[in-house]
């Protein structure tokens, strides 16, 4: 996929530590082994391989905090419209379909939490696992994930989208050379690259007019 120089996307996504820990912080201290803990346990650690790789996020992070990676393959160049403007950089990553598939099953475990109240975080699927009252009394009431789940779709529904292809060969190919610089956008490149970074923006800020304009203002 193709990821943007974009700190809305980077702020969504790094949201989501705090839940997915919170999650099974709950369920490890009430000694609870069942599959929403599997499946949250299997989203965490797919979310830390994918941030692992995402551009610029050693400069992203605040100063004094774990170190990331270096500059990857690719980073440090800069894309330039056909008529030599800037353009907010986007730098491909290799996202496995078995992490997608743990965020997606973690999302929908999430999404059934909002649609069914009476489903409790931990609920029992498994032989072995605690009643829903046992686990209830020692997790606390069930928590509706309605905004953490809104967002939780936002980040996967970029992760999801499909990256043009002529840009997408043309910036892995740089990222194979390890090629600082500049490069510049041909005609069709640059449509790819202004449908593609629309649909970022409308993905991740719709249903919010002001956020929808200053996020678009980082691109266009």
Same mark, same amino acid.
């Given at each position: 996929?193709?990821?943007?120089?974009?700190?809305?996307?980077?702020?969504?996504?790094?949201?989501?530590?705090?839940?997915?820990?919170?999650?099974?912080?709950?369920?490890?201290?009430?000694?609870?082994?069942?599959?929403?803990?599997?499946?949250?346990?299997?989203?965490?650690?797919?979310?830390?391989?994918?941030?692992?790789?995402?551009?610029?996020?050693?400069?992203?992070?605040?100063?004094?905090?774990?170190?990331?990676?270096?500059?990857?393959?690719?980073?440090?160049?800069?894309?330039?419209?056909?008529?030599?403007?800037?353009?907010?950089?986007?730098?491909?990553?290799?996202?496995?379909?078995?992490?997608?598939?743990? $965020?997606? *099953?973690? #999302?929908?475990?999430? &999404?059934?939490?909002?649609? +069914?109240?009476? %489903?409790?975080?931990? /609920?029992?699927?498994?032989?072995?696992?605690?009643?829903?009252?046992?686990?209830?009394?020692?997790?606390?009431?069930?928590?509706?994930?309605?905004?953490?789940?809104?967002?939780?779709?936002?980040?996967?529904?970029?992760?999801?989208?499909?990256?043009?292809?002529? $840009?997408? *060969?043309? #910036?892995?190919?740089? &990222?194979?050379?390890?090629? +600082?610089?500049? %490069?510049?956008?041909? /005609?069709?490149?640059?449509?790819?690259?202004?449908?593609?970074?629309?649909?970022?923006?409308?993905?991740?800020?719709?249903?919010?007019?002001?956020?929808?304009?200053?996020?678009?203002?980082?691109?266009?």
């Amino acid at each position: 996929m193709l990821v943007p120089d974009d700190p809305v996307f980077f702020a969504k996504f790094q949201s989501l530590e705090e839940p997915l820990l919170r999650r099974l912080y709950q369920l490890h201290s009430a000694g609870v082994d069942c599959d929403d803990g599997r499946i949250i346990a299997d989203a965490y650690d797919s979310w830390v391989q994918i941030l692992l790789k995402l551009p610029l996020w050693s400069e992203w992070h605040p100063a004094g905090g774990p170190a990331g990676p270096a500059r990857g393959e690719g980073a440090g160049h800069v894309l330039l419209s056909e008529g030599g403007a800037p353009l907010t950089s986007l730098h491909p990553i290799e996202v496995t379909a078995a992490d997608l598939g743990h $965020l997606t *099953a973690c #999302l929908e475990l999430f &999404a059934g939490y909002d649609r +069914a109240p009476l %489903v409790r975080p931990g /609920r029992p699927r498994t032989e072995g696992c605690a009643d829903a009252a046992w686990v209830e009394e020692r997790t606390g009431p069930p928590e509706r994930e309605g905004p953490l789940t809104d967002v939780f779709r936002r980040v996967l529904e970029v992760l999801l989208l499909p990256a043009p292809r002529r $840009l997408l *060969a043309e #910036l892995r190919h740089l &990222a194979l050379r390890a090629t +600082a610089g500049s %490069v510049t956008l041909r /005609r069709e490149q640059e449509r790819e690259y202004r449908r593609y970074c629309e649909d970022i923006v409308t993905i991740l800020s719709a249903g919010d007019d002001f956020a929808y304009r200053s996020h678009r203002a980082l691109y266009f």
